[in-house]
């Protein structure tokens, strides 16, 4: 990476569920240098999985996405953020269930912050959910990175029953509705 490329890189935090299904959507985006599943909003440092899973620790499962903000912006992760889950349900997403599935944003910065709740708040005035979004809006906490088995589990496990049904959707609604943000090949 070039210097000012590390210069100009900005970090999103974001949950919605499930962290395979945030990671498999935006590494495919132009302008992300790199996505990491992990952990984040919880009381205990250095969480494993199972602890996560235990729903003991606080913390949600999230993904640290890394983007240069002159190629996709954090608006821009927003608005697909919000098109590939339901920002509706209390601690679940589909099948899955308890806080470490809950719709949350840790801004990385005051800037982050307003543009997170103005998102929000344009979203439910244009009624595009039929039911109250409950994303909430977390401060900045450690991140912790997920087991190495979890990082980029869709590209080695895209055939899994899982990955089929829950994860290649979200990949489907995902060329439909930007198309245009899609690094070359995907």
């Known amino acids: 990476m070039s210097q000012n490329n590390a210069r100009t890189e900005q970090h999103a935090v974001l949950g919605g569920g499930c962290f395979w299904c945030l990671e498999a959507v935006f590494t495919r985006l132009r302008g992300v240098s790199q996505v990491v599943s992990g952990y984040c909003g919880g009381q205990t440092p250095h969480p494993s999985y199972d602890a996560i899973c235990s729903g003991s620790t606080g913390h949600a499962e ?23 889950h339901d920002p509706t349900t209390l601690n679940r997403q589909g099948h899955d269930q308890g806080t470490q599935y809950r719709s949350v944003i840790f801004p990385q910065t005051p800037q982050q912050e307003r543009q997170a709740r103005e998102m929000i708040t344009e ?31 869709y590209d080695h496990h895209a055939a ?26 995907d």
């Open 62 to 84: 999230v993904v640290r996405v890394s983007f240069q903000p002159d190629e996709i912006d954090f608006t821009t992760l927003l608005q697909v953020f919000f098109s590939i």
């Open 123 to 153: 979203l439910g005035a244009a009624r595009i959910f039929p039911d109250p979004i409950v994303t909430a809006i977390s401060p900045a906490a450690p991140f912790y990175p997920a087991e190495g088995y979890h990082q980029r589990y």
């Open 160 to 185: 899994q029953p899982y990955c089929r049904i829950v994860i290649h959707p979200k990949l489907a609604h995902l060329r439909q509705g930007f198309a245009e943000l899609l690094r070359d090949g």
